[in-house]
């Protein structure tokens, strides 16, 4: 089992940023593939970014690249995501998830997941 626990979220102003964190426990995390995803109210779960889990492909979608940056510290079993120029649309509860054997950017494919924290981007 693993254990993920994410932080960070929280108001800001749009052209803002914030650095979401996460911290997993409960496996080796230097296994693991990380990704980002959210969802806003009345939408679906989208991919926002994922990392491999030796920090060496990336992948991020068409709507935050250039913005946001995911990183991983596989030493303090934590995964971030630096999130600059905020927009309105990227209003949602963003997720952190786990995924063993296999890089994958869809969101049914990982095995853990947080609760999720909230990022509201105000105009």
């Known amino acids: 089992q693993v254990q993920l626990v994410e932080s960070g979220g929280g108001l800001v102003q749009a052209g803002g940023s914030l650095r979401l964190s996460c911290a997993a426990s409960g496996r080796t995390f230097n296994n693991l593939d990380m990704g980002w995803f959210r969802q806003a109210p009345g939408k679906e779960r989208e991919f926002v970014a994922a990392i491999s889990w030796s920090g060496g492909t990336m992948s991020y979608a068409d709507s935050v690249k250039g913005r946001f940056t995911i990183s991983r510290d596989n030493d303090k079993n934590s995964v971030y995501l630096q999130m600059n120029s905020l927009k309105t649309e990227d209003t949602a509860v963003y997720y952190c998830?786990?995924?063993?054997?296999?890089?994958?950017?869809?969101?049914?494919?990982?095995?853990?997941w947080g609760q999720g924290t909230q990022v509201t981007v105000s105009s």
């Open positions: 998830g786990a995924k063993r054997k296999g890089y994958s950017i869809t969101w049914g494919e990982y095995n853990y």
